[in-house]
């Protein structure tokens, strides 16, 4: 703990060229959910709650707005359903929690507090993690929770491109520049100077059944140690699992004793120069510096350093 530890709070709502926001209402309507969201978040570091609070909170804020990928807002998958993945790391303890391939929870990542929390294991799966969640008492929300007119044409988009992708046998076209990563993450630093992150989504559209990305895996989407940072992802989650891109960031601060805004800069270097990766992390290191990064044109995002004024970006 530091004496002098005032809060830091940083959350992101996806990365992509986000070319689905064409106009300045769509904009304002993605900034204002940041907004909104950070200064909640303040609120509960301001009152003294602590890090891991303030990232489940605000993780859940953001899965409760349908305009990002991750609880209602979650994309479908190659059959048309949903397939949600989360985790949730606690930098004092590095006690960490997830769940993935899930269905029909509003809130995956306050289920992936409850694997950390009320269980034995980090990561709780499928059929697995729903009786989990029945045995916590988490309410079940109806299908007509997550299915919007908007990501039923979405799928049917990614659909005929992934068609496309087959008669050109070209990987990249599969998931092309303009599609949205929107995952969801928050990274907070508390007064007492501890670090927490939590991610979560619905993943990529048309994605296979069956597949997880790096949202809930420690070390790829996720990853919090007070003696480093707290790191949370979005992006093409197969590049980050092999890259574990959120440790990575954490061994530069570790082991070269970089700051946040240099670990930040390291990483994405790494991830380009290594799988070519497409999309961004937030990064809060243990001193409470916000810093942010993309390979990708966009990533909305936001923070709250040292307690002062909200900053908001795409
Ligand atoms: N990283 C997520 C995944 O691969 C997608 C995203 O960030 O939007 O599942």
């Not at 496309?164 to 007492?192: F, N, R």
Request: charged share 25%.
């Amino acid at each position: 703990m530091t004496a002098t530890a005032r809060y830091s709070l940083m959350i992101h709502g996806g990365a992509g060229a986000l070319d689905n926001v064409k106009d300045q209402k769509t904009a304002v309507r993605y900034l204002d959910s940041v907004q909104r969201i950070l200064e909640h978040g303040r609120e509960v570091l301001e009152l003294g709650g602590s890090a891991l609070q303030a990232a489940e909170q605000c993780a859940s804020l953001l899965e409760d707005d349908p305009i990002f990928n991750a609880g209602c807002g979650s994309v479908l998958n190659e059959d048309g359903h949903v397939e949600m993945d989360a985790a949730i790391m606690d930098g004092r303890t590095l006690g960490a929690g997830a769940v993935a391939a899930i269905d029909g929870i509003a809130n995956p990542v306050q289920l992936a507090r409850l694997v950390m929390t009320e269980s034995e294991h980090v990561m709780l799966i499928a059929d697995g993690a729903m009786r989990f969640a029945d045995h916590c008492g988490v309410e079940r929300v109806p299908a007509s929770y997550f299915y919007t007119e908007d990501r039923i044409a979405q799928l049917k988009e990614a659909r005929l491109r992934h068609k496309m992708m087959l008669d050109h046998e070209s990987p990249e076209d599969c998931v092309c520049e303009d599609q949205k990563y929107g995952t969801i993450g928050a990274v907070a630093y508390d007064m007492e100077g501890n670090l927490a992150a939590a991610t979560s989504t619905g993943g990529i559209v048309n994605k296979r059944q069956g597949r997880v990305g790096d949202s809930p895996i420690v070390g790829a989407g996720v990853y919090a140690d007070n003696e480093t940072c707290a790191v949370s992802t979005t992006g093409y989650g197969e590049e980050f699992m092999r890259t574990v891109i959120a440790k990575t960031i954490s061994d530069f601060i570790y082991m070269k004793e970089l700051d946040a805004e240099e670990a930040t800069r390291a990483g994405i270097d790494y991830l380009r120069r290594k799988v070519n990766g497409r999309g961004g992390m937030i990064v809060i290191d243990n001193q409470g510096r916000c810093a942010s990064g993309m390979t990708t044109k966009k990533m909305i995002h936001g923070w709250i350093e040292h307690g002062g004024e909200a900053v908001v970006r795409f």
